[in-house]
Structures are given as C-alpha cells and as structure tokens.
Antibody, heavy 126, light 107 residues
C-alpha cells in the first residue's frame, strides 16, 4: 500500500525553526517527485514547494511566501522527505501535507498530486 | 498565476447536477487538477489534465476546459460528495497555485 506519514509538527515561537519529515512506503521513493502543501486553520490549500528525483536533477521550487526560509530535501536511503522551516512566522501556522507528484506524458507533461499524507500540525505562537 | 473559483459555496440536494468553475488569470492549457477535501481529512485527487478521471473516482465526476476556463461537474450529487473542492494549476513552471475552494453543502 502506498503511504505517506508526516511527523515533526508542534508548537514553536516566531523566529524559530522546525523540521518536518515524511516517511514514504509502498513505492520507489527514489524515483518520485515530492511536494509539500499546507492549510492554515479554516483556510484553503497552499502549495509550499516541490523536489524532483535525483535522477531528474533533484532541484527544488518554492512558493514566494516561503522562499529563502524553507528548504525541501530528501534522503532516498531512508525513503524520507524533509521540510526545514526557519524564521517561522505566525502565518506559517498550518497543517502540512506531503504528497507525491505524478504526471502523464502526452505532448507535454501534465502533473498532479495523487497520494497525500494525513498531515502534521505546525503552530507558530509566542 | 491566480485561480478564481466560483461559487465560493453552494447548497444543493442529493441528485442535483452541480457545476463548479475555475478561471485562471492566464492561459494554462490543460494543466489543471481538481481535489475533494472533507473536514479533517487530506485532499483527494479527482481529475487531472483538466478532464482525466483519476482511477477509482466515480464517473459522476467530470472535468472540462482548457486555457483559462475550467469546470468540475458532478452529474448527480451523492451524500458522500458534500465537501470542499479545489482546483490547482500545475504548469511546467512553478509556483503551482490552488483556487480558494468551493464548499458544497446540503440544501
């Protein structure tokens, strides 16, 4: 069974740091592109960023609100995705989901996020 | 690229046909997905590439559109379909963005 399990959430003060983990199982993690999505309390979904597989370059992309503060990385030997969050702000309070990124290749690549974890909650408050 | 969904919420009855619209601020070809989210749960992929039904999703769900205007249609609303629906654009050049969501409630 394909599964993603996030961990590492908690309460942190503004300006602090936190590292989230996402343990993957049931698929070949090293081949997968992965993403983080967050949802503030009572709000909609917000894409945070993505990381490609190492064979596709391992590069990362981020949403503007987190660029320069958040870093996505992966350890393929541990089948684990990470989100390092620094200089946290109260507006970073959210449930953080990790997802797989899949695609269908036609004339172009059509991406989608097909497997989601259950999320981990991050609260930034003094 | 900004996505605007309409309506933000709607009330409908079981058996109704429901249509949700997603408009992009610039053309995104068919780089659009739709998700369903129930309270306290992770989102679930319904449709990708604007009109391709994800495996296991009931055929009452359908998607259409290309360029800037897209629709998600539920042909006959079922009790388990009451949820919030989001569109997302995933073109070749992130950042990727979501619409603000459409909440489908029981009439």
């Amino acid at each position: 069974e394909v599964q993603l399990v996030e961990s590492g959430g908690g309460l942190v003060k503004p300006g602090g740091s936190l590292r989230l983990s996402c343990a993957a199982s049931g698929f070949t993690f090293s081949n997968a592109w992965m993403s983080w999505v967050r949802q503030a309390p009572g709000k909609g979904l917000e894409w945070v960023g993505r990381i490609k597989s190492k064979t596709d370059g391992g590069t990362t992309d981020y949403a503007a609100p987190v660029k320069g503060r958040f870093t996505i990385s992966r350890d393929d030997s541990k089948n684990t995705l990470y989100l390092q969050m620094n200089s946290l702000k109260t507006e970073d309070t959210a449930v953080y989901y990790c997802t797989t990124i899949n695609w269908v290749a036609a004339r172009y690549y059509y991406y989608y996020m097909d497997v989601w974890g259950k999320g981990t909650t991050v609260t930034v408050s003094s | 690229i900004q996505l605007t969904q309409s309506p933000s919420s709607l009330s409908a009855s079981v058996g109704d046909r429901v249509t949700i619209t997603c408009r992009a601020s610039q053309g995104i070809s068919s780089y659009l997905a739709w998700y369903q989210q129930k309270p306290g749960k992770a989102p679930k992929l319904l449709i990708y590439a604007a009109s391709t039904l994800q495996s296991g999703v009931p055929s009452r769900f359908s998607g259409s559109g290309s360029g800037t205007d897209f629709t998600l249609t539920i042909s006959s609303l079922q009790p388990e379909d009451f949820a919030t629906y989001y569109c997302q654009q995933l073109n070749s050049y992130p950042p990727w963005t979501f619409g603000q969501g459409t909440k489908v409630e029981i009439k």
